[in-house]
């Protein structure tokens, strides 16, 4: 198969400067390894195109986390070409890291940032969220000892419990913000804890105290420049809370917000998590299988030993599944941290070297990060956000 490769995950990725296209194109070729990732990032680049039809909105996209373990770089080059208008993440590293990249996109830092680092804010450009009067001063002083000026999100809390002044503080909280020239502000903004379920009353009461914020810093002639909201659920379910522009993660990459919230059929998945099978051999009755034998075979059984682990992002659970085969193939013993064992069972055909898939299509079966996640008793984010960096990724654009 001909695949067209942006990057690989690291020497060919510090190559690509910029907002470079494709690097080149060449035969894929995954015989030599082990483990491994496929990402099409033409996926995302349509997923993030759906969105913005749908929303009619300017499409911020959530990139924090690796980008949900997909690659930050690649998949921050790949929103700006579908035309994002904005890349969304955690920390400050990780805005820095997109800069150092050589891209130039707008970028908003969601999580808080100390004072310190502030500086980094007006090095690189980066916007900044507030969710304190007093950190507001804090980087106004900053700006003004670097004579520069710091573009800010401030952060109300509707409903989240988490980052942002109270509703009834958001008014006062705004005005100080715009009586502060060392800061421009860029934003205001706030999170829903509730849009993936099926009762709406938490996320329009979320929406109503944002509303009423918005309204009176409207009556002191305050309109920062983006108002915020929508989380993918959001996005997908709540057009009163598009405001100036959207801001969804999971959904760009093809992943349901929840069971309640489900993305449109249209939508596609990006991931696709592989191994391979590096041993099969058949145990005798009595058998014990990997550390402290909590599997113990009750007749000769065929068991496949397979290149992942729980340093892998496998979680070391008693019921993971895999397809071998095209067959959903069932765990034997404990996951150790870089290999696992598998009962082959009617499996006769598997031989070392074969394709193992944790996530993903064989044949006419397919596992999903949602049904790992339900399985893991958690949700499809963690699965995905839980694959580590030794796992090599590779991007191909179909
Ligand atoms: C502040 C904020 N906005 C937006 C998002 C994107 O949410 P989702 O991945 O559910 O679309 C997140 C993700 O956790 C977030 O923390």
Redesign the pocket.
């Known amino acids: 198969m001909h695949y067209k490769i942006f990057a690989s995950n690291n020497l060919i990725t510090k190559s690509l400067a910029g907002d470079v296209e494709v690097v080149y194109t060449k035969q894929m070729n995954f015989d030599n390894q082990t483990i491994w990732l496929e990402i099409n990032l033409g996926a995302i680049r349509r997923n993030i195109q759906r969105i913005h039809e749908h929303t009619q909105r300017p499409v911020m996209t ?1 990139v ?1 986390a690796n980008a ?1 373990g997909h690659g930050i770089l690649e998949v921050s080059r790949t929103a700006i070409q579908a035309g994002a208008a904005r890349l ?1 993440v ?1 920390r400050i590293e990780e805005a820095i890291k997109i800069r150092n990249a050589g891209i130039l996109a707008p970028i908003l830092v ?1 999580g808080y940032t100390t004072p310190e680092r502030a500086v980094d804010a007006i090095r690189f450009g980066i916007s900044l969220m507030v969710n304190l009067p007093d950190l507001a001063s804090e980087y106004h002083k900053v700006a003004k000892q670097m004579n520069g000026r710091i573009a800010v999100h401030a952060k109300i809390d509707t409903g989240m419990g988490r980052l942002g002044v109270l509703p009834n503080d958001g008014c006062a909280f705004g005005k100080h913000i715009a009586g502060l020239d060392g800061l421009f502000f860029e934003g205001l903004f706030t ?1 829903f804890a509730s849009a ?1 379920e099926p009762a709406k009353q938490t996320t329009l009461e979320q929406i109503s105290k944002f509303d009423q914020v918005i309204a009176e810093l409207n009556t002191e002639g305050i309109r920062p420049q983006i108002i915020h909201a929508a ?3 959001a ?1 997908l379910y709540f057009p009163g809370a598009w405001y100036d522009a959207v ?5 760009i990459y093809g992943l349901h ?1 929840s069971n309640d919230a489900p993305l449109p059929q249209e939508f596609e998945p990006s991931l696709t998590w592989k191994c391979r099978l590096s041993s099969v051999k058949t145990l005798p009755e009595g058998s014990g299988v990997g550390y402290n034998h909590s599997f113990v075979t009750s007749k000769p059984e065929r068991i496949g030993a397979v290149a992942v682990g729980y340093a892998d992002g496998l979680r070391r659970q008693p019921d993971n599944i895999v397809l071998i085969g095209g067959k959903r193939v069932k765990q034997a013993g404990g996951i150790c941290m870089d290999q696992s064992m598998w009962l082959l069972e009617d499996n006769s055909s598997a031989r070392a070297g074969d394709e193992v898939v944790l996530i993903g299509k064989q044949g006419e079966e397919h596992i999903t990060a949602e049904e790992i996640g339900a399985l893991w008793g958690t949700v499809n ?1 963690e699965v995905v956000c839980g694959l580590t960096d030794r796992v090599p990724r590779f991007y191909i654009d179909e």
């Open positions: 959530v924090k949900y969304c955690a969601m999170h993936d989380n993918s659920a996005s801001r969804p993660g999971i959904s917000p984010y």
